[in-house]
Nanobody, 124 residues
Framework: VQLQASGGGLVQAGGSLRLSCAAS????????MGWFRQAPGKEREFVAA????????YYADSVKGRFTISRDNAKNTVYLQMNSLKPEDTAVYYC??????????????????WGQGTLVTVSS
């Protein structure tokens, strides 16, 4: 599966952005999807994940209550709604796909396919 992330940009602290990740292929609904981010000089970290049906979602503690992951299997797209953005949310955001079970979908190493990343910059 090929993934194309979009929606990044420059926003002031407290603002909102919605990221989208469009997937190619007819088996999108077979994959759990995740969002990860990487700030300059830091490791890529887990942000949020959603299982294949959308019935289960998972969040990093740092974004819980501010970010919402969702998916539309008819459109082969996963979204990340980001509210109350903070300067520390500044990073390149990547979407990823995995066939792993829910237990593993918060772990970067279990993802098989990655998008190219979209830059989110939050100014103070």
């Amino acid at each position: 599966v090929q993934l194309q992330a979009s929606g990044g940009g420059l926003v002031q602290a407290g603002g909102s952005l919605r990221l989208s990740c469009a997937a190619s292929g007819r088996t999108f609904s077979s994959y759990a999807m995740g969002w990860f981010r990487q700030a300059p000089g830091k490791e890529r970290e887990f942000v949020a994940a959603i299982n294949w049906s959308g019935s289960n979602t998972y969040y990093a503690d740092s974004v819980k209550g501010r970010f919402t992951i969702s998916r539309d299997n008819a459109k082969n797209t996963v979204y990340l709604q980001m509210n109350s953005l903070k300067p520390e949310d500044t990073a390149v955001y990547y979407c990823a796909a995995t066939t792993s079970a829910d237990y593993y979908i918060t772990r970067r190493s279990f993802y098989d396919y990655w998008g190219q990343g979209t830059l989110v910059t939050v100014s103070s």
